[in-house]
């Protein structure tokens, strides 16, 4: 037989104990997170393993001596085995040493200028995808059924589907070589920032199009589950404006599936960067990411997949806690 706990009942510790269980699912969804990243970058470490060719030649001048290459795999520790060059690099990640690049400087130093460029245009790029998402699928849910609805559900599957590199495409012909609205490539100031601000909306418009497609279809959807129950068929049976019974009764409720949602577009983010911002010439870590492949430089290329997995992670727990916090809103 079960036993209800009155409203009040703390847990031992003084917490509330509805509050236990939403805190131990978000901090193993946290440690699960943590296992797929540290399998992610021993992942990395073994695609550079495979790929034709090595750090030490990809790096090394035309003509050198198979003396002076195989040194330089010996200074490298390419004549060690890949397990153990992980776990050393590993050792070194909990205190934000990234290594050494086969150049011989430190990750850290090469990642400093780039990554918050590229996370400030992530972060850009998230908020418009969110707010214009929140904006078409509330409107969408307005109307069920007419034609906004079916032509917001088209425009945002189509938007979707297209790859960042048709729409960066799309967006350079249309405002920059058709119209000369906007500039058609980056420029870098003495900072290693874009000159200007307009330089950073056609890589933004980019990467948040396609996002802002699918959000939408995450917000429709999450809001047209929310109509179906009952207390909102009551308020609809009540008469109350639609404005008011999308704001008060159908969103908060569907917060938690929105947030995971917007939160996941991160991660799809960050394959779209690479493309835009080498199209355009953004000083971000996606020209950094694809030297670094080429020149077959694992603890660069594991840095990068590091510091954008961390970001990553970090906004899942966010929308972890947004979903547990809003699910026990609910309970009460």
């Not at 809001?223 to 008060?248: E, F, K, T, Y």
């Not at 806690?321 to 809103?329: A, D, F, K, P, S």
Request: cysteine-free; hydrophobic content about 50%; proline content about 7%.
């Amino acid at each position: 037989m079960t036993t209800l706990q009155p409203a009040g009942a703390r847990a031992p510790h003084g917490l509330p104990a509805r509050i236990l269980p939403g805190a131990g699912r978000v901090a193993r969804q946290a440690a699960r997170r943590l296992v797929m990243l540290v399998v992610l970058l021993a992942g990395v470490f073994a695609a550079i393993e495979l790929l034709p060719g090595d750090a030490a030649g990809a790096t090394s001048d035309r003509g050198v001596t198979a003396a002076d290459l195989a040194a330089r795999r010996t200074a490298l520790g390419l004549d060690r085995p890949v397990a153990e060059r992980f776990l050393d690099w590993m050792t070194g990640l909990p205190t934000g040493d990234l290594g050494t690049t086969a150049r011989g400087r430190h990750v850290t130093d090469v990642l400093a200028g780039p990554f918050p460029n590229t996370l400030l245009l992530g972060t850009l790029a998230l908020a418009l995808s969110a707010v214009g998402a929140l904006a078409l699928g509330s409107w969408a849910t307005l109307r069920p059924g007419g034609r906004t609805d079916r032509a917001i559900d088209a425009l945002s599957t189509a938007a979707f589907a297209l790859p960042e590199f048709v729409v960066s495409v799309a967006l350079l012909l249309l405002l920059s070589q058709w119209t000369g609205w906007l500039p058609a490539v980056t420029l870098t100031g003495p900072d290693g920032r874009p000159e200007s601000w307009t330089m950073t909306v056609l890589p933004l418009l980019s990467l948040a199009i396609p996002q802002i497609g699918w959000n939408t279809r995450i917000v429709r959807g999450a809001l047209a589950d929310q109509s179906a129950l009952p207390h909102v068929q009551a308020a609809i049976l009540d008469g109350l404006p639609r404005r008011r019974i999308l704001g008060h009764h159908m969103l908060p409720g569907a917060l938690p599936a929105i947030a995971v949602g917007i939160a996941t577009s991160a991660g799809m983010l960050l394959g779209g960067t690479v493309v835009v911002e080498t199209l355009f010439n953004y000083p971000g870590i996606g020209a950094i990411l694809a030297g670094a492949i080429t020149d077959r430089d694992t603890p660069l290329v594991a840095g990068v997949v590091a510091a954008a997995g961390a970001a990553i992670s970090l906004l899942l727990l966010i929308a972890d806690l947004v979903r547990t916090t809003t699910l026990g809103e609910e309970r009460r």
